[in-house]
């Protein structure tokens, strides 16, 4: 009986082979015929999956009588004989990623690709190049590319059309359910700390911000200065950061197309001032008016209203 492995014991490398239907290929040495004249017995190596292997040796075992090296295949050799239903597969992601966590959910996809890319498909790749000349013409395509400057007509091997002819069209059906999954999971966890970490945000400027200066759009444009590191909150109000000591026009800017953006409102001036701790902020508007010179700066605060 072969040895058998429940759901979570599986490593990242066999759930990958499972879902690939690609059974890793296992080497074993055995003995080709007992030589006890000379120091050492000739020794042959064997590769094969477990089903390859399994075949091998029941046939040594019934020409010789010994059972060694089938018993070991057998207590040894995971047989990738495990079939794996879409809740199975859930499962055993919930589990490997402790509940979907999000930098373990990065790791195991890392993984899982990992040994896609640079293993299973190169095990693919093998299985096709070790065809007969006859049988890879079938899966030749031709094309037009150039040898020595010349153009020419180029036949090379579809491997993408040989994988689907010889391991089936779903044959990375699976697979790609495994990485959706995981991907849906870190997209969701990402929105939801952005979303949580927004909502706590405007729930700070709801106290921050006092009477008129309280208002959706404030609280919409006042936090995203706060995520680019334009405005810093401080014990009792805000500070503006962007331009040093120059940034008082700037701020009169971004208050402008915060509080006036059809240029028909009366910007709570006042009020400004309390929350930023600078005095005539009216002053700073002006100047923008009046400004004969383009001001390169207003390009990223604009990007701010994108």
Same mark, same amino acid.
Not at 183 to 197: D, F, M, P, V
């Given at each position: 009986?072969?040895?058998?492995?429940?759901?979570?014991?599986?490593?990242?490398?066999?759930?990958?082979?499972?879902?690939?239907?690609?059974?890793?290929?296992?080497?074993?040495?055995?003995?080709?015929?007992?030589?006890?004249?000379?120091?050492?017995?000739?020794?042959?190596? @064997?590769?094969?999956?477990?089903?390859?292997?399994?075949?091998?040796?029941?046939?040594?075992?019934?020409?010789?009588?010994?059972?060694?090296?089938?018993?070991?295949?057998?207590?040894?050799?995971?047989?990738?004989?495990?079939?794996?239903?879409?809740?199975?597969?859930?499962?055993?992601?919930?589990? @490997?990623?402790?509940?979907?966590?999000?930098?373990?959910?990065?790791?195991?996809?890392?993984?899982?690709?990992?040994?896609?890319?640079?293993?299973?498909?190169?095990?693919?790749?093998?299985?096709?190049?070790?065809?007969?000349?006859?049988?890879?013409?079938?899966?030749?395509?031709?094309?037009?590319?150039? @040898?020595?400057?010349?153009?020419?007509?180029?036949?090379?091997?579809?491997?993408?059309?040989?994988?689907?002819?010889?391991?089936?069209?779903?044959?990375?059906?699976?697979?790609?359910?495994?990485?959706?999954?995981?991907?849906?999971?870190?997209?969701?966890?990402?929105?939801?700390?952005?979303?949580?970490?927004?909502?706590?945000?405007?729930?700070?400027?709801?106290?921050?911000?006092?009477?008129?200066?309280?208002?959706?759009?404030?609280?919409?444009?006042?936090?995203?200065?706060?995520?680019?590191?334009?405005?810093?909150?401080?014990?009792?109000?805000?500070?503006?950061?962007?331009?040093?000591?120059?940034?008082?026009?700037?701020?009169?800017?971004?208050?402008?197309?915060?509080?006036?953006?059809?240029?028909?409102?009366?910007?709570?001036?006042?009020?400004?001032?309390?929350?930023?701790?600078?005095?005539?902020?009216?002053?700073?508007?002006?100047?923008?008016?009046?400004?004969?010179?383009?001001?390169?700066?207003?390009?990223?605060?604009?990007?701010?209203?994108?």
């Amino acid at each position: 009986m072969a040895m058998k492995k429940g759901l979570y014991d599986l490593t990242i490398e066999e759930f990958t082979r499972l879902l690939c239907d690609m059974p890793k290929p296992y080497t074993l040495e055995m003995k080709t015929f007992p030589c006890s004249h000379l120091e050492n017995d000739n020794k042959e190596t @064997i590769k094969g999956t477990y089903e390859q292997l399994y075949d091998v040796f029941t046939d040594v075992k019934y020409k010789t009588n010994d059972s060694t090296l089938i018993d070991y295949v057998k207590n040894n050799l995971f047989d990738y004989n495990l079939s794996l239903s879409i809740l199975d597969i859930y499962n055993y992601l919930d589990k @490997i990623t402790n509940n979907f966590e999000i930098d373990r959910c990065r790791i195991v996809l890392d993984e899982l690709d990992m040994w896609h890319t640079m293993v299973i498909n190169e095990e693919r790749i093998n299985i096709v190049n070790s065809l007969s000349s006859n049988e890879r013409e079938y899966y030749k395509i031709k094309s037009i590319g150039y @040898i020595n400057n010349e153009k020419q007509t180029v036949y090379s091997i579809n491997y993408v059309d040989a994988y689907s002819k010889i391991f089936g069209f779903a044959y990375d059906f699976s697979y790609n359910e495994v990485i959706n999954i995981l991907k849906s999971k870190i997209k969701l966890s990402l929105n939801t700390n952005a979303n949580n970490k927004e909502s706590t945000l405007q729930k700070e400027l709801n106290t921050i911000l006092q009477s008129e200066l309280n208002t959706d759009r404030a609280r919409k444009y006042i936090a995203k200065a706060i995520e680019a590191n334009y405005i810093k909150k401080r014990d009792k109000g805000l500070q503006w950061l962007f331009g040093g000591n120059r940034g008082k026009v700037r701020l009169g800017y971004f208050i402008q197309k915060v509080y006036c953006p059809n240029h028909t409102e009366t910007i709570p001036e006042k009020g400004i001032n309390a929350l930023f701790g600078v005095d005539r902020i009216g002053s700073a508007i002006s100047q923008i008016v009046n400004a004969k010179k383009p001001q390169k700066w207003k390009a990223e605060i604009d990007k701010l209203f994108e």
